[in-house]
């Protein structure tokens, strides 16, 4: 078969700088996933990222692939659609690979290159540090120094996964299947987007799963954030219209609060961090009741709604407050984030 246009133009193209998709991998432009191997090891590294990359689309949208991939090819068709491998990029020792939705805005956005994404969330910058989506659940959250690249792509999932439990009371259960290493070098990021995308999501005891999918990434030196969306599942409206950099600069609204926290934990976890955030929120939500409340007075639980309860004794006097987390950011580093949590109180 004669290969088309398209097909030849991605087969001789090469990159002058990153590949935008490489921090943008699921957008309008073009809607897909990214896969990294090490560049060094047994076998075929390359081809084995492009395999993963296709794979780990066909599998979050629950597609079905032939058995028998050729992925030295561009385009593959998986349960009726068409699939296409942009170029592959190699970098500083790994190899990225991109498997999307074919159409020709995205055959054509595929192909161009970016200036590396910088972040500087003190100033809301790239905009959707700071900007939820109205369309999908989304949310933000960095990742840790790590030993290599995949292992870092692989703590901004766990991490994200760990926010979306914290801030909304999702349940995850993890469906580890066909996660095998076929070397030391093949330690990958696919490893956990497989784990993550094959991973059903029940929101407040039901039974809806929708992909999760990272949009947006950028850097601070060795500090890596991302956006996540979980597709189909669209955020709640609230009353409050807040402002995208509400936790730079505060619009105190009544019943609203901003729970902070910075500073070193025994596991220093991000999921960790926002529940001390959200305990700091609580606790000015009390203090609007009983302003002596004291730290030590009180206890916080979460039911499965994503909604936090504190129950508090002042003097004589039992009380309990309720509030529900709208939205989290961050600033700093990775390794001493400082975490904010604007909260809504619940009648």
């Known amino acids: 078969m004669t290969p088309s246009a398209d097909e030849a133009s991605l087969a001789t193209h090469r990159y002058s700088a990153t590949p935008c998709w490489l921090n943008q991998p ?5 809607r897909g996933v990214v896969a990294i191997t090490s560049q060094y090891g047994g076998g075929d590294l390359l081809a084995l990222s492009r395999r993963q990359a296709l794979e780990t689309l066909a599998d979050l949208f629950d597609l079905q692939l032939q058995d028998e991939l050729d992925v030295s090819g561009s385009t593959f068709v998986a349960s009726g659609q068409t699939l296409r491998l942009a170029p592959s990029w190699t970098q500083d020792g790994q190899h990225y690979s991109y498997a999307y939705f074919a159409d020709p805005q995205a055959d054509a956005w595929v192909r161009q290159s970016c200036q590396p994404a910088q972040c ?3 100033r809301c910058s790239p ?5 939820e989506s109205q369309e999908n659940l989304s949310t933000v959250t960095v990742s840790q120094l790590s030993a290599n690249l995949r292992e870092q792509y692989r703590f901004l999932f766990e991490n994200a996964l760990a926010q979306y439990q914290a801030i909304h009371g999702v349940e995850v259960q993890a469906e580890r299947t066909q996660l095998h290493r076929q070397s030391a070098s093949a330690l990958r990021i696919e490893t956990s987007l497989r784990e993550i995308e094959r991973t059903q999501l029940e929101f407040a005891s039901t039974n809806l799963s929708h992909p999760l999918v990272l949009t947006h990434s950028c850097r601070i030196e060795n500090t890596l954030y991302g956006r996540f969306e979980l597709l189909g599942y669209a955020p709640q409206v609230t009353a409050f219209s ?3 950099d509400w936790h730079l600069n505060p619009v105190y609204q009544e019943g609203w609060v901003i729970g902070q926290f910075s500073g070193l934990l025994s596991r220093n976890l991000i999921s960790l961090k926002i529940q001390e955030a ?3 929120g609580l606790l000015a939500l009390a203090r609007t009741q009983h302003t002596h409340i004291s730290s030590d007075q009180f206890q916080v639980e979460r039911n499965a709604a994503g909604h936090y309860m504190m129950q508090f004794v002042h003097e004589t006097t039992r009380g309990e407050v309720r509030a529900q987390v709208r939205s989290v950011r961050f600033t700093g580093s990775a390794q001493d984030p400082q975490v ?3 909260m809504e109180a619940l009648p």
């Open 26 to 30: 699921y957008s309008a432009r073009a």
């Open 120 to 122: 500087a969330p003190e």
């Open 127 to 131: 905009s959707w540090l700071c900007n």
């Open 242 to 244: 807040y402002p995208a």
């Open 278 to 280: 959200v305990n700091h």
């Open 340 to 342: 904010f949590v604007l």
